[in-house]
């Protein structure tokens, strides 16, 4: 299909940001990628063109039913010029997975990583080199039919933009406080908590609210039906250091399949660290805790890569992580993933694609 | 504010189409409202325009983190010529408590209230006439900043659009086959059930997608916790005759408060028919059945006013209602309902408010 890529450069690029200046997701480069889908014609039309508005009908379905799914990846620049994509098709097949769940068309996964390298190509002096910072990759769906019946959409648009993007926490690398979360649900077993949706994060934002009045950066989850067992923190997935050994929470059909969690787990894995994926209970970790037996716990996501939880508030009950520092192994690998990421450490798990500029 | 109304009239009005063509929400009418807001100057510059595409940045934050509200109701034109609609603050206000539960600021009822009428006055000539069909009005709530933190927005327009429309369900008032659901879950207890917002009804699709392939037209939702207690219809809230009384599952959180739920309730009290609002178990219902207590069960909503089922499908335990017939009360319900909504009827709760055009 890419074949038939159109490319439109535009004629008026932008002046670029400060590598200081950047924030998360305030920029954007001087190009899109748009694809459309109609029931008849099925994905077609691949356009590269300048970043510019949508226009779309106010009958359209994304405003009125939600179906819209998004993703969110990373392009690094190497000291020697090289452009990485971290493990790109993990998150375009998860894409699949979200569309599946939310009645959307699939895409072909190899035409979106291809059609992602042409972007970055034509938009390559947007990656910043600067320490923390990268360039973020958006691709998202959005319904288009223009019709108010409860149905799935006929119509869809593929897009992706990208921004240039410094640390998601303005903590940075260090510890955020967090909020555990007694009364809102982010999701539970049957919804759409697995899939990457924009329902997930509006239903979030009240309980964010309500932690930030309190001074917590973030809400811990709990589970829908007996509010206890642990699912994610923001819109992370999160991690226990328990004597020794790594805890997560298991895939159980409301938590994301975060691609820097999955990723995690192998690097533990590959250094014979033991991690382990179960339910864990906020109780035992407060127990854990007591004990002595917490030792470091964080976040992990793609936007953060690795953010450490210095302390945690339960109904009051404050509970303090590494004397509220960041953990050794926390710091270990953060260090050695966003390494891998820049291209300064070997790969030892063939995570990184070169999406290195060819001449368009 | 209505003060600084500005109406921009079309000059290519539409071609309307026949009543017999109409189905639901395939048409708009020439105009349409918008209001913008900002952090800075709250709800502003409300105006009436052409009907016409919504602009919006690509990273515009509906699109990603789904911070959308949206309302239905609808206006009749009587056999002399007033315009009536249903009980439209009821969906203001409600629109309001979805808005807290989003973090999306709040609306001035009596302003959206005016603006609605004044864009009723504009395209009045668009209230359709022939049986079973009004003018829905669909007003809607999406963010508009382009930035891609997970945070509430800092702009956003409310938009009213109208359409034309006949019945709801192709089947008329004619009773429907419904399938009872197991695995996927609408919402639960702390999530944004009661909300009217996107996500909820993307995450209905599949299932109705599954059911519709089995030869059902909706799916019963059971709660997310018990999966045991019945929550809503399709997207209605639903009612059961049981020996004369009259049962509808209890506002929990997660149900939304319907305002067509809510009229029945009333008319039902004001006709002395005794209604019950409580938890109902799907198993109940089915006992209630085997016992010939079950005597009537319809869905309500906005769109399809009442409607009746005809056939439940748990598990493949199929239980037919009144013979697969629509139900003496059903019935009654929805000649009352439409004959007040119509101006046909004596209005003994005052529902209807007079939108009768006013010189623009």
Known sequence: MLQSLEIELTSNKKQQPAADQLGFGNHFTDHMFIMDYSTDNGWHKPRIQPYQPIVL?????????????????????????????????????????????????????????????????????????????????????????????????????????????????????????????SEYVRSVKGGVGEAKTAGNYAAGLKAQEIAKEKGYSQVLWLDGVHRKYIEEVGSMNVFFKLKGVVHTPALNGSILDGVTRNSIIQLLKHWNIEVIERPITIEELYKASQNGELEEAFGTGTAAVISPIGELNWQDDVLIINDGKTGELSKKLYDTLTGIQMGKLEDPLGWMVEATPVNV
């Open 57 to 181: 009908d106010p009958a359209a379905k994304v405003f009125h039913y939600g179906q819209t799914i998004f993703e969110g990846l990373k392009a690094y620049k190497t000291d020697d010029g090289r452009v990485l994509l971290f493990r790109p098709h993990k998150n375009i097949q998860r894409m699949n997975r979200s569309n599946e769940r939310l009645s959307v068309p699939e895409l072909n996964v190899d035409v979106v990583i291809e059609a992602l390298k042409q972007l970055i190509s034509v938009d390559k002096d947007w990656i910043p080199t600067a320490p923390s910072t990268s360039l973020y990759i958006r691709p998202f769906i959005i319904a288009t039919q223009p019709q108010l019946g409860v149905a799935p959409s006929t119509h869809y648009q593929f897009i992706i933009i990208m921004s240039p993007v410094g640390a998601y926490y303005t903590e940075g690398v260090n510890p955020v406080k967090i909020f555990v979360e």
